[in-house]
C-alpha cells in the first residue's frame, strides 16, 4: 500500500525524526515479514509505503467474511 502526495514535501531533518513516535508501527511490520518506509522531497511531495508479504493479504470477499 502507497500513499503519495504532492504538497510541500519534508526537509531531511524533517522525515529522519517523524516514525519516532512510531517505532512500534515500524516494528510490528517487521515482525510480520514487512517494511514500513516513508520517502518525501522538500517542495515536490511525500510518499509513505507498507510492503506486505502476499500470504497476509486476503481477497476482498474473504476480508469481508472474517
Do not use: K, W, Y
Not at 500500500?1 to 504538497?7: F, R, T, Y
Not at 519534508?10 to 520517502?39: C, K, V, Y
Amino acid at each position: 500500500m502507497s500513499v503519495v502526495d504532492n504538497g510541500i514535501g519534508m526537509s531531511a531533518e524533517t522525515l529522519a525524526n517523524l516514525l519516532r513516535p512510531f517505532e512500534q508501527a515500524d516494528a510490528l511490520a517487521t515482525a510480520i515479514g514487512g517494511t514500513l518506509s516513508i520517502h518525501s522531497t522538500l517542495g515536490a511531495g511525500t510518499r509513505a509505503m507498507v510492503i506486505l508479504p502476499a500470504s497476509l493479504v486476503r481477497p476482498a470477499s474473504q476480508a469481508e467474511a472474517a
